[in-house]
């Protein structure tokens, strides 16, 4: 079994930044895939910024350039951190973190809302 805990996210500011952490513990042998998807008003969910077990890296389009992803591996943990910068209001979103284990199989965060308002 895996474990994911969520931090991060809340009200920013337009134009600020914000970072999310996606922890996973438990059952995993090596490094895991992470894949941040966000959720906004109309409940549609994408795809916003991954990593993959190799460490290849995903964006969407409108990700480049203003989010990154990268990892935070620690004692007994895998972590991956989704930094954000530039932010508008169409970034506001629920955001749920994905992580996929060695052995193929996916596990889903909670998801953390983030609200880009003046």
């Known amino acids: 079994q895996v474990q994911l805990v969520e931090s991060g996210g809340g009200l920013v500011q337009p134009g600020g930044s914000t970072r999310l952490t996606c922890v996973a513990s438990g059952n995993i042998f090596r490094n895991p895939a992470f894949h941040w998807y966000r959720e906004g008003p109309e409940k549609h969910r994408e795809l916003v910024a991954g990593i993959s077990s190799g460490d290849q890296y995903t964006y969407t389009d409108s990700a480049k350039g203003r989010f990154s992803i990268f990892r935070d591996n620690g004692d007994r943990k895998y972590a991956a951190i989704l930094q954000m910068d530039k932010m508008t209001a169409e970034d506001t979103a629920v955001y749920v973190c994905?992580?996929?284990?060695?052995?193929?199989?996916?596990?889903w965060g909670q998801g953390t809302p983030v609200n880009v308002s003046a």
């Open positions: 994905k992580c996929r284990t060695y052995w193929g199989l996916d596990f």
